[in-house]
């Protein structure tokens, strides 16, 4: 069962207690580093979860897109602290203190299920982040990296210092690994022109 129509079918005195927000394109839903005690519910617009290092560098965690919830691991375990969470567009959520939402649990399945869901997907999605990263090379993550601020449309943004931040390499082996990037690219585009040469004969 979708998000939509769960939160469409939730009882009715649940329903009284959402709070509707309106956030613009480019401000926080949630702040760093804050205790939290509700759900969120992305109802229109498009969200990135990200964490920032100490240098102020921000590395892109999950995109959320409508109808996908976030803020659920934090009401189960009170000691965790609060990623950022960013408007990527004009976005709407519902938010639902966490008193609700084990209320909401218990009385209806489909949403225990779709909870349940979503923290075993995270967890799985951290893992094989982490176990991919442990196996490519410094080269490999740094194309992963670019293509991540791709696919969110903030590669303009992008810095050595934010790639260092995400790949965990020094700044020598950023060099390094961007220097074979440029000689492969040029070499993949000399021999792309090399055969379109010899085919237009």
Known sequence: MYLKDIVNDAPVHIKKDFIYKKHK???????????NNYLYIL????????RQSYEGTMLSLYIYDSYSCFGEIEIFNE???TLGVIAKENCETIAIHKT???EWMKIDFNFNFYIIK???SKLILSSDTATKLSFLTVKDRILLSIHNHYKIGDLDQLTKQI???????PLRSLNRSIAQCIVKASLV????NSLYIQLMR
């Open 100 to 102: 609700k939402v084990f």
């Open 25 to 35: 394109k480019g401000n926080l839903i949630i702040h760093p580093h804050e205790q």
């Open 118 to 120: 979503q923290l075993a």
């Open 43 to 50: 109802t229109t617009g498009i969200a990135e979860v990200y």
């Open 163 to 169: 790639l260092t931040s995400e790949v965990c390499a």
């Open 79 to 81: 000691k965790i602290k």
């Open 189 to 192: 585009t000399k021999i792309k």
